[in-house]
């Protein structure tokens, strides 16, 4: 199996199941996982087997798909009504990235939007699955092409957390740029922060990348300050599991202070991401649901025996906000958005 040649996640007509890349077991083994079952689907997402805004837009749309098509329902009313509560249940996974939310209602809209039959219907959400799938692949081929205009040959790009393709279908959204510079023979030198606690970093995007053939450097959280203050850093590339109206960047935790340090330093920080991401129902950054996760990610996990005293306090926020003053522009598959953000997101997505 090669890595090059599978999508993130995608639909298996032959039985109707969501195949996905198993991300926990990252970078030792590339193995798949093959998902029928609502709770299953469920916890694939909420375990992080799949992982990153839109890769779990595509995941649950493509997800409620193969179990509606398995629904035991004949009428049309009950039904439609299983699949709302099979949505309402595969939404409530995980509550910070938008995109699984954008995604499962599109399904939904799609279905009660539907006149015929309950075949029809299913019909239908096999079609609007497969459009969630191919938009996030034109997106995000789109984004980096945008991204690509912000930076120059041979720059060095920071990244935190995974924003490339194993977080959506295929390019990714932060290292699309740098994907799609490789396939054009360009080179950058890419920092990608291991990201505690759940190291997305170092065990996803430094996979990705050294699998595409780049240039790529791992460094502690601790670390980028350093990078940065030796001038290897031209430009800081991240995703986003939300964008607000005003500009507020929400994204993987620890990329507020990667912002911080950007501007003290003078280096761009730009925000990378689909429309899937922007909510312009959410005002700032501080409405938007941090998801808390377990204690063991922090205090268990990677260490063969705890590293921290037992009863000892732990505070796991799995994402945090980026003041929108704190970003240099946001990169969608429109163009490159730059401040005054709450004006030109309304422009372009209003
Ligand atoms: O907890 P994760 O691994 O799902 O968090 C992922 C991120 O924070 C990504 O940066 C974000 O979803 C954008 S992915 C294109």
Redesign the pocket.
């Known amino acids: 199996m090669n890595f090059k040649d599978i999508d993130t996640a995608y639909l298996d007509e032959s039985t109707q199941a969501l195949v996905i890349i198993d991300q926990t077991k990252l970078p030792a083994s590339l193995e798949l996982m093959t998902l029928t079952d609502e709770h299953a689907i469920y916890d694939a997402i909420k375990r992080?087997c799949v992982?990153?805004?839109?890769?779990?837009g595509v995941s649950a749309a493509i997800g409620l798909y193969v179990c509606a098509y398995r629904f035991e329902e004949r009428e049309k009313d009950a039904f439609l009504a299983r699949l709302d509560s099979c949505a309402a249940y595969l939404d409530s996974s995980?509550p910070t990235?938008v995109n699984l939310h954008w995604a499962l209602e599109r399904m939904k809209v799609a279905a009660h939007a539907c006149e015929g039959d309950r075949e029809n219907i299913i019909a239908r959400l096999h079609d609007e699955a497969i459009a969630i799938r191919n938009e996030d692949v034109a997106m995000c081929r789109a984004i980096g092409e945008h991204g690509l205009t912000l930076v120059k040959d041979g720059d060095g790009i920071l990244t935190?957390?995974?924003?490339?393709r194993l977080?959506?279908i295929r390019y990714?959204?932060?290292l699309s740029p740098i994907h799609l510079g490789i396939e054009r023979g360009m080179r950058f030198k890419v920092f990608s922060d291991e990201t505690r606690p759940?190291l997305?970093g170092a065990r996803l995007s430094a996979y990705e990348l050294s699998q595409a053939g780049a240039d790529v450097t791992v460094i502690c959280d601790n670390m980028a300050s350093q990078v940065m203050k030796n001038g290897w850093v031209q430009a800081i590339f991240?995703?986003?599991?939300r964008i607000a109206a005003n500009g507020d960047v929400c994204?993987?935790i620890g990329?507020s202070g990667v912002a911080i340090l950007a501007k003290y330093y003078g280096v761009p920080f730009y925000a990378?991401?689909p429309s899937s991401?922007i909510d312009l129902a959410c005002k700032r950054g501080s409405d938007i649901p941090i998801e808390q996760r377990s204690p063991d990610e922090v205090t268990e996990m990677w260490y063969e025996n705890r590293m921290a005293p037992e009863g000892v306090g732990v505070y796991n926020p799995?994402?945090d906000v980026t003041e929108a003053s704190n970003v240099t522009a946001i990169v969608t598959e429109r163009g490159v958005i730059y401040p005054p953000f709450e004006v030109n997101l309304k422009k372009l997505f209003g």
Not at 238 to 241: E, I, L, R, S, Y
């Open positions: 992080l992982r990153g805004a839109p890769a779990i995980r990235a935190h957390c995974n924003a490339g977080a959506t990714g959204t932060a759940l997305q991240v995703g986003a599991d994204n993987k990329t990378l991401a991401t799995a994402f």
